[in-house]
């Protein structure tokens, strides 16, 4: 299903972050949410997954607005990965993936059979079955993520909003990271990810949405956006495209945008 | 060790302490005395059993409330003490015997129910809707430290020595004497408040994740906060009112279990209420036997069992940032 943003502003505090936001992101795809620091990426993330309330506009989920879904009804179809990695007790790595599967359990029963189908198959998806007898304090950066990941998974949820995946990464575990988010979108799967990387947006994502002190620069297909104007609108840098091998053409930035 | 052989191991220990609990004291009456026409049984009947059954259910409500607030707070070091309704409730019982000058079960016990749950609501509304464990800690603080100054403030004006002795015995917390009247009191109101408490494991276990990630998982952090704060002052609340304060054993029940469960908040909610009791069945049991005339004070001895064991706490934690 479709999720809509429509005329959406958002205040944190008293502070009016996102101005009104219209967009419409594709399931099945990978959506890159990019902009300078402080231009309102996360806010606007969370928005989507239904944890801020807008001040005006909404999000739409199929039509339906998340606002009037129970909070376990949109959290059955709303993933969200934060961006800190934070846990906050020495868990189990079973113990934490397990913990997807909350907005679908009914209250007092274990585990049901659907349950741990759900945990077992997340755990396959993100590659950390070895770690699964390990405890969270135990793994390593890499790890973590993809364990944090795999708790999202385990949730079933129809959209996947990651604020900052790559964070803390390093490049190996950066493209592993967004090869599993291409697999999840071509399952089926809406993907929408806070990316500061040009390149590696331009390598994952099909649509990217770009901000500018919470106002979008552009929205659409990741070869018109990811172009010379809209970054240099967005982030008031020059980049040179280039062509990779696979025949994508990825912005590298060169410098800043000369004043005129 | 699974779970289930942990809380099984846990119940028979509680339930060893308790029949411990009616036997020991300056006079011990044996086992064969208690299905017999032995004139001891009265002993137990009338003084070891309400005191046995307070402890079981005052120390079960202390090592729940710990490890609810542990969980919820996120943090090693909370307990029912620190989110003030011990010394709330503790005012509340001075404030029956200065300003009401009476002690009477009944009349102290409702006023330590009122100001434990008047404070609670407070602590409720100054933390509401914050977004961080930070704001609800520190109005617990505000809340503990007002009571702390109330409490002093209404010795200093109490009518007579009197009033100021039975004042400091009773703060000082023991189940020294305890009959069925407080059985009465305060048991139906630990029960729910332990049941509440209960019912907040699943949003613990979410909370684990941050407070955001929690509420993507449907957790409404509200509600669980309102939970934890109705569940800590009813079976808080109801223990200090008749016991007075006994400090400690929310700290340290869900520390020691902690490594025994594993770290999952909802895991340790059971053992925590077992354990609590376990414990307070214990210290009640040994300062009986303490020499001389009287008793040393419960509260005294959990605290004095309590300090060491907090820089053990505090030194392992910094050990582990420095790591």
Not at chain 1, 6 to 25: M, P, T, Y
Request: with cysteine.
């Amino acid at each position: 299903m479709e999720l809509s943003a429509s005329d959406l502003s958002v205040s944190l505090g008293k502070r009016r972050v996102l101005h009104g936001i219209n967009a419409v992101l594709r399931p099945g795809k990978v959506t890159a949410i990019l902009g300078p620091n402080g231009s309102g990426k996360s806010t606007l993330v969370r928005t989507l997954a239904g944890l801020l309330t807008p001040d005006a506009g909404r999000v739409t989920l199929g039509g339906t607005p998340l606002a009037r879904l129970d909070p376990r009804e949109r959290a059955r179809r709303m993933g969200y990965l934060p961006q800190e990695a934070t846990v906050h007790w020495d868990v189990g790595v079973a113990d934490l993936v397990a913990l997807g599967r909350l907005p679908h359990r009914a209250p007092f029963a274990g585990l049901s059979t659907e349950d741990h189908a759900a945990i077992d198959s997340a755990i396959e998806a993100t590659g950390v079955r070895s770690l699964a007898g390990r405890l969270v304090t135990q793994l390593s950066g890499g790890e973590r993520a993809r364990v944090l990941l795999a708790r999202v998974l385990a949730g079933e949820p129809q959209w996947l909003l990651a604020d900052e995946p790559l964070a803390s990464l390093d490049p190996v575990h950066q493209l592993d990271l967004l090869d599993r988010l291409r697999a999840l979108a071509a399952g089926g799967m809406g993907v929408v990810i806070v990316l500061h990387d040009l390149v590696q947006a331009a390598r994952a994502a099909d649509d990217v949405l770009l901000l500018r002190e919470g106002r979008p620069v552009a929205v659409g297909p990741a070869a018109t956006t990811l172009a010379h104007q809209p970054l240099r609108e967005a982030f008031g840098v020059e980049v040179m495209v280039i062509g990779d091998d696979q025949g994508r053409l990825l912005p590298v930035p060169i410098g800043r945008v000369k004043p005129a | 060790m699974s779970r289930l052989a942990l809380n099984l191991g846990l119940a028979l220990l509680v339930a060893l302490l308790f029949a411990g609990s009616l036997m020991a004291g300056k006079f011990w009456v044996p086992f064969s005395a208690w299905f017999s026409h032995d004139p001891r049984w009265w002993i137990i009947a009338e003084l070891r059993l309400p005191r046995a059954i307070l402890g079981l259910a005052i120390g079960a409500a202390l090592g729940l409330s710990g490890a609810v607030l542990q969980g919820f707070l996120r943090n090693p070091l909370a307990d029912p003490a620190v989110v003030g309704v011990s010394s709330s409730a503790a005012l509340g019982a001075v404030a029956s015997i200065v300003l009401l000058g009476s002690s009477a079960p009944l009349v102290l016990f409702g006023c330590a129910m009122m100001a434990a749950c008047g404070s609670m609501l407070l602590l409720a509304t100054l933390a509401w809707r914050a977004e961080s464990a930070v704001a609800f800690i520190l109005a617990g603080s505000v809340l503990a430290s007002l009571g702390g100054a109330l409490t002093s403030f209404l010795i200093s004006i109490s009518p007579n020595p009197y009033a100021t002795a039975e004042i400091l015995d009773w703060i000082m917390g023991a189940l020294t004497d305890r009959s069925y009247a407080e059985v009465q009191l305060a048991v139906p109101f630990i029960a729910i408040g332990c049941a509440v408490l209960f019912a907040t494991g699943r949003a613990l276990d979410a909370l684990t994740l941050g407070e955001a990630a929690a509420r993507s998982l449907g957790l409404r952090l509200e509600r669980t906060q309102l939970l934890v704060v109705l569940g800590t002052g009813l079976a808080v609340g109801a223990s200090v009112a008749v016991t007075g304060v006994v400090g400690f054993v929310g700290l340290i029940v869900p520390h020691l279990l902690r490594p025994l469960t594993g770290a999952r908040p909802s895991a340790l909610l059971l053992p925590s209420a077992l354990g609590g009791a376990a414990l307070l069945l214990a210290a009640d049991s040994l300062v009986r036997l303490s020499p001389g005339a009287s008793e040393i004070r419960l509260g005294v001895a959990m605290a004095l069992l309590g300090t060491p064991f907090f820089f053990v706490l505090l030194l392992k934690l910094r050990r582990s940032t420095w790591n």
